[in-house]
């Protein structure tokens, strides 16, 4: 590999871009963020978006994952539960009569 290959990538942690996201959106928020720090939100944003977390949430059992939106609801009512990545969706038992007769 040639030596004067251009890095096109650089590593930052998640924690240190995060951070740095917080206190870009305190200032923005405040209304005293510049051009160029809403710029750098913007990327920041954008450069987070890429990695994705393999998430889902299951409110009415039906073991199909629930959208984004089950945040807003689970912090709201406590109804839901974590799927973790690597269970399997359960199928739905079908419920059973009762062979009880009533009299």
């Keep these: 590999m040639n ?13 240190e871009a995060i951070l740095r996201q917080n206190r870009l959106q305190t200032l923005i928020s405040s209304g005293i963020a510049n051009q160029e720090q809403k710029n750098e939100y913007k990327l920041l944003a954008d450069a987070l978006n890429e990695i994705k977390l393999d998430l889902g949430f299951d409110c009415n059992d039906d073991g199909i994952p629930d959208t984004i939106e089950i945040f807003h609801q689970t912090a709201k009512t406590s109804c839901c539960r974590f799927v973790p990545g690597d269970e399997k969706p359960k199928a739905k038992k079908p419920k059973r009569s009762s062979s009880r007769s009533r009299r």
């Design 3 to 15: 030596e004067k290959t251009l890095r096109t990538q650089m590593q930052v942690g998640l924690g």
